[in-house]
């Protein structure tokens, strides 16, 4: 009966202490979140839908991932978390339900 309840416990503990990670993370971070979106805007004019702290594959740093809606369709705009840097700006291209991305 104990070992469901710990086991309940150690997730519970993980799950805070990850999360508790994450937010020592963003702290850490040169550039905030608020800045990485500010930066977005303005290579890409729009409106934010969802932006997130991301490790993108083949980069060492951590990047911002800033989703834009703009008049053409939706951007997703790559900022550096150290650096403030345009790493890339991708256009998503939806064909018969199909979602994929193009580089802008």
């Known amino acids: 009966m104990k070992k469901p309840l710990m086991i309940a416990g150690a997730i519970c503990l993980a799950v805070v202490s990850i999360t508790g990670f994450a937010h020592t993370v963003h702290q850490l971070l040169p550039l905030t979140m608020e800045q990485a979106r500010a930066r977005a805007l303005q290579v890409t004019p729009g409106t934010i ?3 997130e702290l991301v490790k993108m594959i083949g980069r060492s740093n951590l990047c911002y991932s800033v989703d834009i809606q703009t008049v053409m369709g939706l951007r997703k705009i790559y900022v ?3 650096t403030g ?3 890339s700006i991708y256009r998503e291209v939806r064909k018969a339900g199909v979602q994929n991305h193009r580089s802008s």
């Open 80 to 82: 550096d978390a150290v």
């Open 85 to 87: 840097e345009i790493l």
């Open 49 to 51: 839908r969802h932006a």
